[in-house]
């Protein structure tokens, strides 16, 4: 039986006139690159003026879980870190959301979570992906 639905704490005020981009993670720890990927393309939609919401499902929730990135992740010479990606992101104003239900399965609490990051349903997702002027998934 699976676990029960969680509340959704992300806000749902949507304009119609934003121009909402939405990148759908699903890599984490297994794989560092693809998650490093969402990051960086979230960062370019944000500085191309784009409301920009990081969606986290299952692997991707690990990385926005505090201290996970320190204790998983090797830093590579030449390449950018999950944490340089995610301060980047973070600073050009990319909104972090992750799935409520993914955390229930994970017994993830939003305390857990980076500060800033939101918990969002399901639901919170289909909207945002049905209002977006664009999607990409990694």
């Known amino acids: 039986m699976s676990e029960p639905f969680v509340k959704d704490s992300a806000p749902s005020s949507l304009s119609e006139e934003e121009d909402i981009f939405i990148v759908l993670c699903t890599s984490g720890f297994e794989n560092i690159p693809s998650a490093r990927s969402a990051l960086m393309f979230a960062s370019l939609a944000a500085s191309a003026n784009y409301r920009t919401i990081l969606f986290c499902v299952q692997g991707a929730v690990d ?39 993914t955390m229930a399965n994970k017994k993830i609490t939003g305390e857990d979570l980076i500060p800033g990051v939101q918990v969002a349903g399901a639901m919170s997702l289909i909207e945002l992906v049905n209002r977006a002027k664009g999607t990409l998934s990694f």
């Open 63 to 101: 990385i926005m879980i505090k201290g996970a990135i320190e204790k998983n992740e090797k830093p590579q010479p030449g390449v950018p870190t999950l944490a340089q990606r995610l301060d980047e992101a973070r600073e050009l104003g990319v909104e972090i959301q992750c799935c409520s239900q």
